[in-house]
């Protein structure tokens, strides 16, 4: 299986800030790496796929980058409604699996 | 919007089959890649299988041998079962579709709102 590593596990943040969270995959995948957003109790949403496709209807301060074994996400100007918890998946091969998630929370 | 509704009991008991049931609305099943994942409580995402709408299915070999993901066009459904379940299998159980962007490779597009699935007598 393609063990996919996030860092940083949590991390705290300001509305306004910019927020970067990375994503490494264990084996080079090409692009085909999706993010998604989960807030408690809700099911995950996807953000981006394709490593750099945005999503219908998500905010354009949201946006992927990288290929073969190293992604980003990045929020721009970060906003109350986006801390959450966000997974990375590859969907190179089966199993698809997801990194262990990044939790955004308020400084 | 394309609805996905899970169904299915909240609690198992040890040893018993765990059976859950995904109702699609608002578009054909007969396309797609439809998945099971699951969340263990407090964990991360783990997938579990889809099912192609021509019956083709792929499994997470971690599972594989517990494992069966059925579909019902007729009804625009599509059912898991995984057997033998332990307290290890206790998770919120979300229904997926995987929408296909590149040849076979599918990303999650639309998800059901998950159920809690307990594993206790």
């Known amino acids: 299986d393609i063990q996919m590593t996030q860092s940083p596990s949590s991390l705290s943040a300001s509305v306004g800030d910019r927020v970067t969270i990375t994503c490494r995959a264990s084996?080079?995948?090409?692009?085909?790496l999706n993010w998604y957003q989960q807030k408690p109790g809700k099911a995950p949403k996807c953000l981006v796929y394709?490593?750099?496709s945005l999503q219908s209807g998500v905010p354009s301060r949201f946006s992927g980058s990288g290929s073969q074994t190293d992604f980003t996400l990045t929020i721009s100007s970060l906003q109350p409604e986006d801390f959450a918890t966000y997974y990375c998946?590859?969907?190179?091969?089966?199993?698809?699996?997801f990194g262990g998630g990044t939790k955004v929370d308020i400084k | 919007q394309v609805p996905l509704q899970e169904s299915g009991p909240g609690l198992v008991k040890p040893s018993d089959t765990l059976s859950l049931t995904c109702t699609v609305s608002?578009?054909?099943?007969?396309?797609?890649?439809w998945s099971w994942i699951r969340q263990p409580p407090g964990r991360g995402l783990e997938w579990i299988g889809y099912?192609?709408?021509?019956?083709?299915?792929n499994y997470n070999p971690s599972l594989k041998s517990r494992v069966t993901i059925s579909v019902d066009t007729s009804k625009n459904q599509f059912s898991l079962k995984l057997s033998s379940v332990t307290s290890a299998d206790t998770a919120v159980y979300y229904c997926?579709?995987?929408?296909?962007?590149?040849?076979?490779?599918?990303?999650?597009?639309?998800w059901g709102q998950g159920t809690l699935v307990t594993v206790s007598s």
């Open positions: 099912i192609y709408y021509s019956g083709a299915t």
């Open positions: 084996q080079t995948i090409g692009k085909y």
């Open positions: 997926a579709r995987g929408f296909p962007y590149s040849g076979w490779t599918y990303y999650f597009d639309y």
């Open positions: 608002g578009v054909s099943i007969s396309s797609s890649y």
């Open positions: 998946q590859q969907s190179y091969s089966n199993p698809v699996t």
């Open positions: 394709a490593a750099s």
